[in-house]
Nanobody
Framework: EVQLVESGGGLVQAGGSLRLSCAASRFTFDDYTIGWFRQAPGKEREGVSCINSSDGSTYYAASVKGRFTIASDNAKNTVYLQMNGLKPEDTAVYYC???????????????????????WGQGTQVSVSS
């Protein structure tokens, strides 16, 4: 069974940094688009970033652009989300998800919505204090 496992969440002060990891088992990232999402209490799940395995194209939500960076290490079957300049409004549970299409970000032109992903991790909590 395909598994995605997120790690790296925690509590950090505003302005700090965290690096989230999304490790995959039983499939290779070469065939997938990987997305990062977040969900704060009482809010809908929103796309944060995505990366095409086909060409490495990346997309970011406007709220995180310039602060977050997504990167893939296919040899380790792991995708990272480097988060710098964290703000209290970044507080949420962060999820990674995989879609069986290596071109999704590019073909969609932005972060594809949650319903288009095939597999999800269990989430990791990120809390940013002011």
């Amino acid at each position: 069974e395909v598994q995605l496992v997120e790690s790296g969440g925690g509590l950090v002060q505003a302005g700090g940094s965290l690096r989230l990891s999304c490790a995959a088992s039983r499939f290779t990232f070469d065939d997938y688009t990987i997305g990062w999402f977040r969900q704060a209490p009482g809010k809908e799940r929103e796309g944060v970033s995505c990366i095409n395995s086909s060409d490495g194209s990346t997309y970011y939500a406007a709220s995180v652009k310039g602060r977050f960076t997504i990167a893939s290490d296919n040899a380790k079957n792991t995708v990272y989300l480097q988060m710098n300049g964290l703000k209290p409004e970044d507080t949420a549970v962060y999820y990674c998800a995989a879609a069986l299409d290596p071109h999704y970000c590019s073909s969609y032109g932005s972060i594809p919505p949650p319903r288009l992903y095939d597999y999800w991790g269990q989430g990791t909590q990120v809390s940013v204090s002011s």
